[in-house]
C-alpha cells in the first residue's frame, strides 16, 4: 500500500510553487477570488512579507499543496490513503474528494483566520526526548500551564503555552538532555488555549457539507482515519487538541502502508523514518508487509530496522545508484548509496528520491576535500540519512563527529546516525572505538 503525505504549518518558503501556478489557472483564478489577493504573488515574490504569517500561510499551503498533488497525479497513480500533518491535512481531505478546491480553500482561510486571532501564546520543540520524557521535564520546572501540541516522531514533541512561559521553560531547559527550540508562531497551537477558536471554528463548519471520502484520510486529532458523521467535530476539535502525527503513520503502517510520499516537500519524510525506525524496535500490531515476521538474524535487522540480515557496499563511481538502493530497500536490504566521484547536486537529487523508501544509508570514499565532506555530511543530516559506510578512512574526521552528533538520539539515548566503516587491517579500528564517533 502506498500513502500520500501533505506538509502543514513551517514549509511555507518564499517561491513555493512558482512553477506550477500558470500550469493551473482556473485554480488561481479562483483562490484569488476567495482570497481576494493574488495567491501567486504571495508565494511566489511575497512583496509585503506575508507569508509567515498565520492568515496567509495556511491557505498558501493549501493552495500549493492541492497543485502539487494534480501534478503528482500525471506521473503517480493514486495512493491507497492519505494524511496531512495540521493543515496539510485539509489538501488530504481534497485529495479523498471530501470537498472540492473551493470548499476547501473557503474552510482553510476561515481556519487560518481564527487561529491567527489566538495571540500571546507559543511552541517549542523539544528534540531528543520521548513524549514521556517531555511531560517529566514539564513537571521537573513546576511551571504551569505548559501542554504537549505536537506529537511528531518518538524523539520529537512540540509543547505550547503562554510566550513567556514558553522562554522561561526554553531556558531552564539549558545543560539538560535533547534541545528546546522555541518555534516563530503567533499562537499555543492545538492546546487548550485555541479553545475559542475550536468552538467558533465548529460553528463554521456545521454549515458545511462533506462528502464520504473516496479513501482513507488519517485524522490528526483521533489517530484513526476520518469518519465521514463526524468530520466537523474531529476538526474543530483539533484546534485545542495536539496533533498526534506519531501515532497516525503508525497506524498506517499497522494497516499495511510500505510506501510515503510526501508531497510538495520533505519536511514530514524525517518524521516519518524516526516513527517507523522506532516501529521496527517496538513492533506491536505492525503489518507482516513492513516487518519480517522471521527475520533470519533478529538481532541485525532489529538494530538496523531492515528484513533481511544482509548489507550491500557501493564500490565506487555511481555503481550502486538510486535506483539500485531504492529497489534493495524495497526488499528490506540496508544498500548504501554511492557516492564516488558524483557531483552535490546528482547526490541530492538522489537523496530526494530515496527519501521515502525506507531503510537505506550513504557510502562516503575518503578525499582531501574536506569543504565538499562536510557538504554531503550536511545533505546527510537534512535528508535523515540513519546509516554512513566509511571506504578508505583511517581516523575520525570533524565532519564525521558533526554527523553523529547533530543526527539526534532514539529513546533509549543512542545516536540515530549510524557508521559501518570497511577495513582491511584491523589496526583501523581503533581511531573510532576510541573516539566519540562510536558512542
Same mark, same amino acid.
Given at each position: ?25 482556473? /485554480? ?49 497513480? &493514486? ?13 488530504? %481531505? ?23 486571532? #489566538? ?77 475559542? #477558536? ?36 474531529? %476538526? ?66 532489529? /538494530? ?12 565506487? /563511481? ?10 534493495? #530497500? ?19 537529487? &538522489? %537523496?530526494?528520491?530515496?527519501? &521515502? ?25 537534512? /535528508? ?56
Amino acid at each position: 500500500m502506498r500513502a500520500f503525505l501533505f506538509p502543514g504549518q513551517g514549509s511555507q518558503r518564499k517561491g513555493m510553487g512558482a512553477d506550477l501556478f500558470t500550469q493551473y489557472p482556473e /485554480y488561481v483564478k479562483k483562490a484569488d477570488a476567495i482570497l481576494g489577493y493574488s495567491i501567486e504573488e504571495l508565494c511566489v515574490a511575497d512583496p509585503e512579507g506575508r507569508i509567515n504569517f498565520t492568515a496567509y500561510t495556511q491557505p498558501a499551503i493549501f493552495v500549493v499543496s492541492v497543485l502539487n498533488y494534480l501534478e503528482a497525479l500525471k506521473t503517480d497513480t &493514486a495512493p491507497d490513503m492519505t494524511a496531512g500533518h495540521s493543515i496539510g491535512e485539509y489538501a488530504a %481531505l481534497f485529495a479523498a474528494g471530501v470537498f472540492d478546491f473551493e470548499t476547501g480553500l473557503r474552510i482553510v482561510q476561515k481556519r487560518a483566520e481564527l487561529m491567527s486571532k #489566538a495571540e500571546g501564546g507559543a511552541l517549542a520543540a523539544v528534540v531528543g526526548l520521548s513524549q514521556d520524557e517531555v511531560k517529566a521535564r514539564i513537571a521537573a520546572s513546576q511551571l504551569a500551564g505548559i501542554e504537549i501540541a505536537n506529537i511528531n516522531s518518538p524523539t520529537q514533541i512540540v509543547v505550547g503555552s503562554k510566550a513567556e512561559t514558553i522562554q522561561q521553560f526554553a531556558k531552564w531547559s539549558e545543560g539538560q538532555p535533547g534541545r528546546v527550540i522555541t518555534l516563530r508562531v503567533s499562537g499555543a497551537f492545538h492546546t487548550s488555549y485555541m479553545r475559542e #477558536a475550536q468552538l467558533a471554528f465548529r460553528g463554521f463548519l456545521d454549515n458545511i457539507v462533506f462528502s464520504a471520502p473516496t479513501l482513507p484520510v488519517m485524522s490528526n486529532y483521533t489517530a484513526q482515519a476520518h469518519r465521514h458523521d463526524e468530520m466537523a467535530v474531529s %476538526l474543530a476539535s483539533h484546534l485545542a487538541n495536539p496533533v498526534r502525527w506519531t501515532e497516525c503513520i503508525e497506524n498506517m503502517l499497522k494497516a499495511g502502508v510500505e510506501t510515503f510520499t510526501e508531497i510538495g516537500s520533505k519536511i514530514l519524510t524525517p518524521m516519518v523514518n524516526d516513527i517507523r525506525e522506532h516501529a521496527v524496535k517496538h513492533p506491536v500490531g505492525i503489518s507482516p508487509a513492513t516487518i519480517s515476521d522471521k527475520p533470519q538474524s533478529s538481532a541485525f535487522c532489529t /538494530y538496523f530496522g531492515v528484513k533481511t540480515p544482509m548489507v550491500v557496499g557501493a564500490t565506487g /563511481y555511481g555503481a550502486a545508484g538510486a535506483e539500485l538502493v531504492s529497489a534493495l #530497500a524495497g526488499e528490506g536490504v540496508l544498500s548504501f548509496l554511492d557516492t564516488y566521484g558524483q557531483s552535490l547536486i546528482a547526490i541530492e537529487n &538522489a %537523496l530526494q528520491g530515496l527519501s &521515502a523508501v525506507g531503510r537505506y544509508g550513504v557510502s562516503l570514499t575518503y578525499s582531501r576535500d574536506t569543504d565538499f565532506e562536510e557538504a554531503l555530511i550536511t545533505l546527510c543530516l537534512q /535528508y535523515a540519512v540513519r546509516f554512513i559506510e566509511l571506504r578508505g578512512y583511517h581516523e575520525p574526521t570533524a565532519a564525521l563527529l558533526r554527523y553523529r552528533t547533530e543526527g539526534g538520539v532514539d529513546a533509549d539515548g543512542r545516536p540515530l546516525a549510524r557508521i559501518m566503516l570497511r577495513v582491511s587491517e584491523p589496526d583501523t579500528v581503533t581511531p573510532f572505538l576510541e573516539s566519540s564517533v562510536n558512542g
